[in-house]
């Protein structure tokens, strides 16, 4: 009984993918042999039958063909207008999925699935858009024909001879939450088609010809059935598994596939896929970089061929080694590879041999418990041949044939003089000695060439009988073959050697790369030094131009940071911004919007995009994969800066709200201490004073009088320092006469004075200057105050004030014959919060703060020292201009 | 219509009651009377009905601002006008001030000298008929009709600017005027910024008008506002 009950595990993870799937849009399928099924037809009826449930749906594009029924099926449904794409001066119409996505409507309908958009859409296939509508929680409705999946295209082709130029890989297929098959016997379909109901496109009747034959047609309908019928067995398995693993991959093999440049290669991942599939394995692509450059060609097609294999599900891994035997042994025991699937050699027998067995050999001999699969190669249009396969890794192998063949005309004419004297052995060696000279400079292919030409050449001019190939005597020819032997050895040896010297320079450049970057990002002290450092390593290693773009402030937003090489137009923009949202690759040598300029790497770290880090190279340079790897490396390390500095950001916020949080407490403890003291005298007095006689009732108020004056201090300085702090104290300068102010600040002060000796020295011939009088009275009041507060009773305090020419300022000192200023006070003075230690009357500490901000906000300074003789100076400094005239009665 | 001279009737516009209450335990005694309006409409509405000798007026009112009361106010009223405000709102005294308030009182206050500014207000407003010609404070003798100005029975020489200052000050005697108004008055408009020229005769006065110019018992600076000119 207990087995019977489901396993909780399981029913968490089939309630996972129910959650990730009810997330994400529903695909469905309506899938068919051929053109002319029905497939349009059927999707219409079915959205027919949604909106009369209901269902908010859009037409995104669907082909009618002028084709009466179907498009009687189409009214009635809500279309989203196609976008215009001008391209080489044609008008073209694609489905609109900007506007599909604004609109978030609940269903999308979008016909033939394996269509290719116009250059300049942002995705160059339409299944693309579709990926895109799913991943934004849209259902779609989709029509594909069997010809169109990229692991049937070969079948397809075998059967009727036609080539499939759009085709949709499978991995986009298993996206399918529902596929309905429509099907037509064969007969019916060659009757719509006589009948001319079946749309072929305008070139359609040579190539109509040969597909819609009896037999094809009955083959394709059987490929098409046993697809359905291949993935609704798939489908039971994969229930029946539910929750037992976390892989889709069930049986525990892992392929693993060598991918190069060649034409059978496609075949080859395209049969590996095949293969996993029917396993239910995962499966590795390996592409195995050599010492060899390969040509711009080949190149493409390497890309191509990963990047099917990309989309037919295979994990791509790249690897640099000569050896590409011990290479792939070596990748496929890293992965766990049971499987190595290779392709069959079309090298000569004899030149495997040479190289110590073929590739298939070699790998045998290595592999151990791994299985080897040999794929025979079709028949392809392009062989390369010996000579091609033997091109030199070298830009220009024109001018090291024109070098190889300079010098050996050249050592000729020598040897033909040199020969009577030294005999025909030696002029040998000498051309040996030029072969191996060679070898040091230039490829293989020429340097295999001159040990060719130079035999040759040795044979016909010098070696009896002249002028023929003819060679006499048994010793000359074993001679002449050693000759040749060594020639060839030494010099593709000595070749090899210095290709992978430069393979080993090329990897060390880019470890180098690496290592620069990490040492200048650890050495960077802030964000900018760091993104300004990585950026002009990437200008230079690349030659090109590099921008970084990432959310800076947090608002969601990408902005591109001022040390960037590349200014990013507004469709720049746009494409960083799509590569951020979507983790991926984006921009040129992608899928996605391959028109712009600049490839586009997103910066990822865990499982969010940090920025972007675009990178443009010339429009007619190309980017290695190993390059794009080291793109990617690099974006790596500053995905790691760009957090650095995110995680340092939130880290300064908070010990900033920390540190306002202490601020607010000492605030709070101090403002409620410093208002409690004389609330406590008011409220006591005012108890009193309804009881007492006349006497003591004089005295009372003196207290009331007192206490309130502290607290009106109080109130005013905090809302001074309020003022201060928000900005919006707004100094109103306007002429001030020095003796006003002094007069006014002592006026409030005059009883807190009352205990000291008071001098004040004002010039009776300074002139007016510019301050706010308001502000300059209370900074003159409280330093005064200050000085009475800080110091015993009997103090002498002087104020002066004075004009300093020299420097064009007015000065105000405040100086006592107190216990003066403790040097470690003096820095701390003008913080909020700073209490003298001789303060009597306790305080927030909160006036030299005030003071400060206030001569500040006038444009002057403060300064605090020592009183020669003893006790504290203050002295505050404003600017002076004199002002201008004043007219005459 | 006025009525009892001996009792002055006052408007109080405060939206405090605290306030309003204390101003009627400090003034009730002193033997005026008082009606209390809470806000600047009410207290217009109240202006407008009955007739009083002067109104204080709180500058930060609920409804409107104490300016705009005063704006209005004088459209149709010459009613003296003193404004209470805190301290640090310069810019809104002078603004209620240039508008035709006549004087202002930084809240907190005392009583002797609500009652001091009071005093000055009413007795410019009684005074507004019959002028005397010749008037003394202290040493101080001034007569507007000869424009004679003399200290300890010595005449002073001022110069026209001074005198029209002077004057100015001593018409509105015990209560502010302004800086802008001073200008206007005696530079004219276009002087309205120059405080300079105000100060700079402001200091020839008090050379020849005060005994100790630096500490003036008469011509007394009002910070940031004016000048007020203090009869005893």
Redesign the interface.
């Known amino acids: 009984m207990a087995d019977q009950r489901p396993d909780p595990d399981a029913l968490l993870a089939s309630l996972k993918r129910e959650e990730a799937q009810s997330r994400r849009g529903r695909l469905k399928v309506f899938f068919g042999m051929c053109p002319g099924v029905g497939k349009t037809f059927a999707m219409l009826r079915a959205a027919q039958q949604e909106l009369r449930d209901g269902t908010d749906l859009v037409v995104g594009v669907v082909e009618t063909h002028k084709r009466a029924d179907t498009e009687a099926l189409l009214a009635g449904l809500p279309v989203i207008p196609r976008k215009q794409i001008i391209y080489r001066g044609t008008e073209l119409t694609e489905m609109d999925l900007e506007a599909i996505l604004a609109r978030r409507p609940k269903l999308v309908l979008v016909d033939e699935f394996a269509h290719t958009n116009a250059p300049g859409s942002r995705h160059p296939k339409r299944y693309q858009d579709v990926i895109e509508l799913l991943d934004a929680g849209l259902d779609v409705f989709t029509t594909l024909n069997v010809q169109h999946l990229e692991s049937r295209a070969d079948a397809v082709r075998q059967i009727t001879g036609a080539m499939v130029q759009e085709t949709v890989p499978d991995s986009v297929f298993e996206l399918a939450d529902q596929i309905e098959l429509i099907d037509l016997p064969p007969e019916s379909l060659l009757e719509r088609l006589r009948e001319g109901k079946v749309y072929l496109g305008e070139r359609a009747n040579a190539a109509a010809e040969g597909f819609f034959k009896d037999a094809h047609l009955t083959a394709l309908r059987e490929l098409a059935l046993r697809f359905v019928a291949e993935r609704v067995d798939k489908r039971l398995r994969e229930l029946r598994a539910t929750g037992a693993s976390q892989t889709v991959w069930r049986s525990g093999e892992r392929l693993l596939v060598a991918v190069g440049p060649s034409p059978s290669s496609t075949q080859l991942v395209r049969w590996t896929r095949r293969m996993a599939a029917a396993q239910g394995a995962a499966w590795i692509a390996v592409s195995v970089e050599s010492s060899r450059a390969l040509s711009p060609d080949a190149q493409r097609r390497l890309e191509q061929n990963l990047a099917l294999a990309r989309e037919l599900g295979a994990e791509v891994v790249v690897t640099h080694a000569d050896d590409v035997a011990a290479a792939l042994v070596r990748v496929a025991l890293q992965n766990n590879a049971t499987q190595i699937v290779v392709g069959q050699s079309r090298n000569p027998r004899w030149l495997d041999l040479l190289r110590g067995g073929s590739l298939v050999d070699r790998l045998l001999r290595r592999s151990g418990p791994i299985d080897i699969y040999v794929v025979p190669a079709e028949r392809s249009a392009e062989k390369p041949g010996l000579w091609l396969s033997l091109r030199p890794a070298v830009n220009s192998p024109g001018r090291e044939y024109g070098e190889v063949a300079g010098v050996l005309a050249g050592l000729t004419i020598a040897n033909w003089f040199l020969v009577p004297h030294t005999g025909y052995l030696a002029v040998g060696l000498v051309y040996l000695l030029a072969v191996i000279t060679l070898s040091l400079r230039v490829g293989r292919g020429p340097v295999f060439a001159a040990g060719v030409l130079s035999a040759l050449t040795w044979n016909f001019l010098f070696i009896p009988p002249l002028f023929t190939f003819v060679i006499a005597k048994f010793e000359d020819g074993m001679m002449f073959g050693t000759y040749f032997a060594v020639a060839l050895i030494a010099g593709q040896l000595t070749a090899r050697i210095r290709a992978q010297e430069r393979n080993e320079r090329l990897r060390e450049e880019r470890a180098t790369a690496l290592f620069h970057l990490t040492q200048a990002l650890s050495a960077a002290r802030t964000l900018d030094d760091a993104v300004f450092a990585a950026l002009r390593q990437a200008d230079r290693l690349f030659a090109g131009q590099t921008a970084l773009l990432y959310d800076h402030d947090g608002s969601a937003e990408l902005t591109p940071h001022f040390a960037g090489s590349f200014t990013l137009t507004d469709k720049e923009r746009g494409v960083a911004d799509w590569c951020w949202r979507n983790r991926k690759n984006a921009g040129r040598f992608t899928d996605t919007l391959p028109a712009s300029e600049g490839f586009h790497v997103p910066l990822v770290r865990e499982d969010r995009a940090v920025g972007v880090f675009v990178l443009r190279v010339p429009s007619d340079a190309a980017l290695t994969l190993a390059q794009r790897d080291l793109a990617g490396s690099f974006a790596t390390q500053l995905a790691l800066v760009v957090e650095r500095e995110q995680l340092r950001a939130s880290g300064e916020r908070e010990k900033l709200l920390a540190e306002s949080e202490k601020l607010h407490r000492a605030l709070l403890d101090g403002v409620s201490h410093e208002l409690k003291t004389p609330l406590a005298v008011l409220s006591a007095a005012a108890e009193s004073l309804a009881t007492a006689d006349d006497s003591t009732r004089a005295s009372l108020a003196t207290e009331i009088r007192t206490a309130?004056r502290r607290l009106?201090r109080l109130v005013?300085n905090l809302?001074?320092q309020t003022?201060l702090e928000s900005g919006a104290l707004q100094p109103?300068l306007?002429?001030?006469?020095a003796?006003?102010?002094v007069?006014?600040a002592l006026d409030g002060i005059r009883e807190s004075l009352a205990a000291h000796p008071f001098e004040s020295a004002?010039p009776?011939d300074l002139p007016?200057f510019r301050a706010?009088?308001?502000l300059m009275?209370q900074v003159i009041a409280n330093l005064v105050l200050n000085a009475a507060l800080h110091t015993p009773d009997g103090t002498p305090i002087f104020l002066a004030a004075g004009l300093d020419q020299a420097r064009a300022r007015i000065f105000f000192t405040v100086a006592d014959r107190g216990p003066g200023l403790p040097p470690a006070m003096r820095e701390r003075l003008f913080q909020k919060f700073q209490r003298g230690d001789a303060a009597r009357a306790g305080g927030l500490g909160l006036g030299l703060s005030i003071i400060r901000g206030f001569v500040a906000a006038q444009g002057g300074e403060i300064v605090a020292g020592e009183n020669p003789g003893g006790g504290a100076v203050f002295t505050v400094y404003l600017p002076f201009t004199p002002?201008?005239r004043?007219?005459s009665? | 219509m006025k009525a009892d001279p001996a009792r002055p009737e006052i408007l109080v516009i405060d939206d405090e009651v605290q306030i309003r209450r204390l101003l009627r335990l400090t003034l009730e005694p002193a033997g005026y009377r008082l009606s209390e309006a809470g806000t600047g409409q009410l207290g217009l509405t109240e202006a407008a009905t009955r007739q009083f000798d002067a109104i204080i007026l709180d500058l930060g009112l609920p409804d409107c601002s104490g300016v705009e009361v005063v704006r209005r106010l004088r459209e149709w009223s010459r009613v003296p006008v003193l404004i209470l405000s805190v301290?640090?709102a310069?810019?809104d005294k002078v603004a209620a001030l240039d508008a035709g308030a006549d004087d202002y009182l930084t809240k907190?206050f005392g009583a002797p000298e609500l009652t001091a500014r009071l005093r000055a207000l009413l007795r410019r407003s009684v005074a507004d008929e019959d002028e005397p010609a010749a008037m003394a404070f202290g040493d101080l003798t001034v007569d507007l009709a000869a424009r004679v100005v003399s200290r300890a029975g010595t005449d002073v020489s001022l110069?026209?600017?001074e005198y029209s200052i002077f004057r100015l000050l001593v018409m509105h005697r015990g209560k502010v005027v302004t800086?802008r108004q001073i200008l206007r008055e005696v530079w004219g408009p276009k002087a309205e910024g120059?405080?300079?020229?105000l100060?700079?005769?402001?200091?020839h006065l008090r050379q020849k008008l005060e005994a100790d110019?630096?500490?003036p018992r008469h011509l007394k600076?009002e910070?940031?506002i004016g000048f007020r000119f203090v009869t005893e």
Not at chain 1, 734 to 737: E, G, L, S, T
């Open positions: 309130t009106n005013n809302l001074d003022r109103r306007d002429w001030c006469d003796h006003d102010l007069n006014a004002v009776d007016l706010d009088s308001a009275e002002h201008g004043v007219p009665e | 301290l640090a310069e810019d907190p110069t026209a600017r800086h120059n405080t300079h020229y100060r700079v005769h402001m200091t110019p630096h500490r600076t910070s940031g």
